[in-house]
């Protein structure tokens, strides 16, 4: 039966499940809790005030973002203890000044000299000790000095003697996303946990400050058992969590927050094709699953209550079109469908997803009560 | 020398060359007045006011569009000429019935009965003929009736009885992506031109209304050779152009016009690897070279003034980071690129990139003049 809520919504559009958000905040929130360790979300993933709300704690404590626009909103909205977790440019050094000359203790993030320079005299030029955060690598992902790195004394004493404030030292585990279960996903975590706390002992040793000791990705933070040593964790997508956290194992798929709301606008009948209007402009490019060991297509295809229909995925997808096919070399039925039918679509990616959209639409955990909306931002 | 223009943008962010630009719009301009027939360029790909006061026929002329957002803006800004070129679903019919009320003459697009009853049915109701296209399959890719499908009179008997208004046929051979070089997309401009025209003598013989006949995609528009019959044709992505057409040799790489500027923000020197802000928020996750016979990663590297640094290429992309090394195997020379570099990234797919921000800054054509700035909208 038709939700009537979602009768006045244009599609495609956003869709979240407040009761599964709740209970993935709740599950990590208990995790950081057991580990002893302070739960500092990425606010990437949601971009919205209203989300952070319920992903931070008391709605306002420690948060990491990935833009300086994250940034400015977050801490216009109160929240005043921040990581920017990508590597800090020299260009960007004034808009860093300038939140903290509004009230928002916003901490960068680095891994080389030229940047450390570049902050110690930024610092130095406008009487602000700006923090800093350097970036370890646990597993050649990305960015980060690998813990044993001669350079890691030598940035910590640009940062500590310059002007600047060393406050710690941060690692994101990605190739963690490429681990599947929960054994292989525990082995990132551990690696993680040892890339930092050696990073941080070096620095200790050298004489310099660590007091912060962050590790964090989604996939580590629900399989870390011990992190001994380690002050905070990080995670952003346990927030809806999406098909490429259920294919590597970090989530069900009933776990699913996110889906795109969609319209079935036609059929091509011969080949058992359902056309829908959630295209690749909405569900995102990402086809995150396509390595994994089952391709999810462009997401996986639930009734308008978000009940998964078996094997029915979004084969393929142009601007604004969707493919709602039966899986290959499934024992899945092409269910009716005709032209005006509501489906939501699982994700997916969330964070590329949500991405695509400007605000959400959240089915609130109180039966039949009225959908919430919550705006959300993109930019830089 | 770095362009003091760009020292005020915050990177990662558009940028467009009015000069390219200028003249992959006069090219195909060109192309469709030898061919004798009406351009109707397709704004999904630029989105922006601005921008389509260059694309559109004397700044205000036939368009069409990916979403009602799009016609509701277009409209607003003076267009009053324009396709909906996705397929309608019954409740986006009151927007459509809107906006003939605020004065734009809007044509739907349809392929079954069921969408034809709808639209009739709302024609009647409000008392607007609103103005049908039949969309027609060439190639399988998507959506459509085939131009001999026994559906199509009936289809158009329901348009043209019962209130709605009959305008004509529409054909897309978005198959044409995939084929390489001008003799196969001749082919595909030959298939597509006769669908339509095999249609509309269809829906003539039966005594309908057919009296316009659109056929179009950006590499159909530029091989076709013969359109006799055929009355517009329509192309969105050859206003910017982009490595996924570069690739199968619509145009070359030297013509791209759209490009993300982003900043060096970090190496791997072991890996010999640039870090730059510019992940895939800003690049989009598509991936469209991936099955071409070149794969173009994430984008092509270019200097701050555009000219493409051999073999450079941004090899993967995480949400807010892009890893930029030299293409594997080639003879390329990773040059010094110091944190804080400016760079620009032409991008695979200029549709997809271009939707992950919120406005161009364009070079003018004149040189040295100041950069204009256009704001681009997205959404439903």
């Known amino acids: 039966m038709p939700d009537p809520r979602f009768a006045s919504l244009t599609t495609p559009c956003l869709v979240v499940d407040e009761a599964k958000m709740k209970r993935n905040i709740d599950r990590l929130g208990q995790r950081a809790d057991d580990l002893g360790v302070t739960l500092r979300p990425h606010l990437k993933t949601t971009k919205s005030v209203e989300a952070a ?44 000044v300038a939140l903290h000359r509004a009230g928002c203790n916003l901490t960068v993030l680095l891994d080389c000299a030229a940047q450390a320079e570049a902050v110690a005299k930024a610092s130095r030029d406008v009487g602000i000790m700006i923090p800093v955060m350097i970036e370890i690598d646990s597993d050649g992902h990305r960015s980060g000095l690998t813990p044993k790195d001669a350079d890691l004394i030598n940035v910590g004493r640009i940062v500590h003697e310059n002007g600047a404030a060393l406050r710690g030292v941060l690692c994101h585990a990605g190739d963690s996303y490429n681990a599947v279960g929960r054994t292989a996903q525990a082995a990132c975590a551990k690696a993680e946990r040892l890339a930092v706390v050696t990073a941080a002992a070096a620095l200790k040793d050298a004489g310099l400050p660590c007091p912060v000791i962050s590790v964090g990705s989604t996939p580590t933070a629900h399989a870390a ?51 829908c209007d959630a295209g690749w402009m909405a569900m995102s490019r990402d086809r995150g699953t396509a390595n994994q060991q089952i391709d999810q297509g462009y997401g996986l295809v639930c009734d308008e209550a978000g009940v998964v229909i078996p094997d029915l995925m979004v084969l393929q997808a142009n601007q604004e079109h969707g493919v709602i096919a039966v899986r290959a070399g499934s024992n899945g039925i092409m269910p009716d469908l005709p032209v005006g ?11 590329a997803t949500a991405a695509q959209h400007q605000r959400y639409h959240v089915v609130p955990e109180t039966d039949g009560a009225a959908l919430l909306e919550w705006p959300r931002f993109g930019g830089w």
């Open 341 to 351: 039918t509501r489906l939501r679509i699982l994700p997916n990616h969330a964070c």
């Open 225 to 275: 058992t011990d992190l001994s040593g380690v002050t905070e964790m990080r995670a952003g997508v346990y927030v809806f969590f999406d098909l490429v956290m259920a294919g590597i194992e970090v989530c069900d798929v009933s776990d699913i927050a996110l889906s795109v709301l969609t319209t079935v606008i036609g059929h091509q009948d011969k080949k058992q094709w359902a056309i």
């Open 53 to 96: 709300r319920y992903v931070l704690k008391d709605g306002n404590g420690p948060a990491t973002v990935s833009t300086l626009v994250e940034a400015e909103v977050f801490a216009k909205a109160g929240v005043s203890d921040i990581i920017y977790g990508v590597g800090i440019s020299p260009d960007k050094l004034d808009r860093v």
